[in-house]
């Protein structure tokens, strides 16, 4: 399928210290700020590589898909004439983004950042590659995983229409439940070598006739770990009235999640939602191991082109792929470290009480991080390291087919 550009941000492929094939980055815009996040992640990506002397390239969706603010007017047709056409709009980009995951799977991509998409289009392609988001917690030292349940539940599945009605039909089925449990396991074992001391599982379990208790009975027996299934209320309260155990694992239907997930950040010192970058992983066996990462803020259309996007999150991810796909040692404890004395300067946007632009928050981040010493092989060429950033101070994302650094495309 030939509908993607690839470039090469950072020194070219086969030099450097560690010469070798590039790793590659896969990159999906949707609209509103879309392109302006994309833009300060590939900013950011490239710098990082140029620093460390690692090549990168970057493979880019050919569709920019639709945020849901970008298919409203249809929705406000007279007589809801626009809303067969939003659900066709919203089943292409599903489908779209799904085969070009696949794709991506298929040729070695490991890690994917995306920009905020319409909900609809992104939990179909959620369910069918079977997501899990992760977020790692510490609640005032007791240490959580949390795991969201993408794959199946009331945020999943699909509508029928007749006039006046919209009937949603959602599955839940033992063989992802078994899966999601299996995968929160393994991941909290690597999390911690001790592995975790409970699963705490917020669904709301009382409408499924019993078969959620069922099946996690039977995995909890048949895997020796205690797995505790409560209605999200429940699951509340106790995080409010008492600490939770350390190495908890909070395995949650999305429904609940999904408004919880900026609760937990703010309650248990990670951080405003606007600042955060998660991840999703697929368990589907043809994607297994692609990773996605994405900003937890929204498409925030009413920010577009005003220059103004708090670009912090994606400063986060941009550093989180380059330190673990890019082989860019160090590069989130540098992104940190530059944050702070951003911070400390008062170098803001006007969302989080300062005065200064995307640009200008940016542009003051890499100044910071560039004071920071990495060290450079001999053989390393200068030249070209000389040529990727300079091309890359300029770089924005393009339209599909159009270099994203000119003169660095592979």
Same mark, same amino acid.
């Given at each position: 399928?030939?509908?993607?550009?690839?470039?090469?941000?950072?020194?070219?492929?086969?030099?450097?210290?560690?010469?070798?094939? +590039?790793?590659?980055?896969?990159?999906?815009?949707?609209?509103?700020?879309?392109?302006?996040?994309?833009?300060?992640?590939?900013?950011?990506?490239?710098? &990082?590589?140029?620093?460390?002397?690692?090549?990168?390239?970057?493979?880019?969706?050919?569709?920019?898909? !639709?945020?849901?603010?970008?298919?409203?007017?249809?929705?406000?047709?007279?007589?809801? @004439?626009?809303?067969?056409?939003?659900?066709? &709009?919203?089943?292409?980009?599903?489908?779209?983004?799904?085969?070009?995951?696949?794709?991506?799977?298929?040729?070695?991509?490991?890690?994917?950042?995306?920009?905020? $998409?319409?909900?609809?289009?992104?939990?179909?392609?959620?369910?069918?590659?079977? +997501?899990?988001?992760?977020? *790692?917690?510490? @609640?005032?030292?007791?240490?959580?995983?949390?795991?969201?349940?993408?794959?199946?539940?009331?945020?999943?599945?699909?509508?029928?229409?007749?006039?006046?009605?919209?009937?949603?039909?959602?599955?839940?089925?033992?063989?992802? *439940?078994?899966?999601?449990?299996?995968?929160?396991?393994?991941?909290?074992?690597?999390?911690?070598?001790?592995?975790?001391?409970?699963?705490?599982?917020?669904?709301?379990?009382? &409408?499924?006739?019993?078969?959620?208790?069922?099946?996690?009975?039977?995995?909890?027996?048949?895997?020796?770990?205690?797995?505790?299934?409560?209605?999200?209320?429940?699951?509340?309260?106790?995080?409010? =009235?008492?600490?939770?155990?350390?190495?908890?694992?909070?395995?949650?239907?999305?429904?609940?999640?999904?408004?919880?997930?900026?609760?937990?950040?703010?309650?248990?010192?990670?951080?405003?939602?606007?600042?955060?970058?998660?991840?999703?992983?697929?368990?589907?066996?043809?994607?297994?191991?692609?990773?996605?990462?994405?900003?937890? !803020?929204?498409?925030?259309?009413?920010?577009?082109?005003?220059?103004?996007?708090?670009?912090? +999150?994606?400063?986060?991810?941009?550093?989180? $792929?380059?330190?673990?796909?890019?082989?860019?040692?160090? @590069?989130?404890?540098?992104?940190?470290?530059?944050?702070?004395?951003?911070?400390?300067?008062? $170098?803001?946007?006007?969302?989080?009480?300062?005065? !200064?632009?995307?640009?200008?928050?940016?542009?003051?981040?890499?100044?910071?991080?560039?004071?920071?010493?990495?060290?450079?092989?001999?053989?390393?060429?200068?030249?070209?390291?000389?040529? =990727?950033?300079?091309?890359?101070?300029?770089?924005?994302?393009?339209?599909?087919?159009?270099?994203?650094?000119?003169?660095?495309?592979?």
């Amino acid at each position: 399928m030939n509908d993607m550009s690839e470039q090469t941000p950072g020194p070219p492929a086969g030099t450097g210290p560690l010469a070798g094939p +590039a790793p590659t980055v896969g990159l999906a815009v949707g609209r509103g700020t879309g392109e302006e996040v994309a833009a300060v992640f590939t900013r950011v990506l490239g710098h &990082l590589a140029t620093r460390h002397e690692r090549p990168v390239t970057l493979v880019r969706s050919p569709r920019v898909y !639709h945020s849901y603010v970008s298919l409203r007017p249809l929705a406000i047709e007279p007589g809801g @004439a626009g809303v067969p056409e939003i659900r066709r &709009l919203s089943a292409e980009d599903a489908a779209h983004y799904e085969e070009w995951l696949r794709a991506r799977a298929a040729a070695g991509t490991r890690v994917v950042f995306r920009t905020a $998409i319409n909900a609809q289009s992104l939990y179909l392609v959620r369910q069918r590659l079977r +997501a899990v988001k992760v977020d *790692t917690l510490d @609640a005032d030292g007791a240490r959580m995983l949390l795991v969201r349940d993408e794959a199946q539940g009331f945020y999943t599945g699909g509508n029928t229409h007749t006039p006046g009605h919209v009937s949603r039909t959602t599955e839940f089925s033992r063989e992802i *439940t078994e899966q999601l449990l299996a995968y929160a396991l393994r991941r909290a074992r690597e999390e911690w070598p001790e592995g975790p001391a409970r699963i705490v599982m917020a669904y709301k379990f009382h &409408l499924l006739d019993g078969a959620l208790d069922a099946w996690v009975r039977d995995f909890a027996a048949r895997e020796g770990i205690e797995v505790g299934v409560f209605q999200p209320d429940t699951v509340n309260r106790n995080l409010v =009235a008492h600490r939770p155990e350390d190495r908890t694992v909070l395995l949650a239907g999305n429904e609940w999640a999904d408004i919880m997930h900026l609760v937990l950040l703010d309650r248990y010192g990670s951080g405003r939602q606007e600042d955060h970058c998660t991840r999703n992983v697929h368990l589907d066996p043809d994607v297994a191991g692609l990773v996605e990462y994405q900003t937890v !803020h929204g498409s925030a259309d009413d920010l577009e082109g005003r220059d103004l996007l708090n670009p912090v +999150a994606t400063l986060r991810a941009a550093a989180a $792929i380059a330190e673990r796909y890019v082989g860019c040692t160090g @590069a989130e404890a540098a992104t940190e470290a530059a944050l702070a004395r951003l911070g400390e300067a008062g $170098i803001r946007t006007p969302d989080q009480g300062g005065k !200064h632009s995307t640009t200008g928050v940016v542009d003051a981040f890499l100044e910071e991080l560039g004071a920071a010493h990495v060290p450079v092989a001999p053989e390393s060429p200068a030249s070209g390291v000389a040529l =990727a950033t300079a091309s890359l101070a300029q770089a924005v994302v393009p339209a599909p087919g159009q270099d994203l650094a000119p003169g660095l495309a592979r």
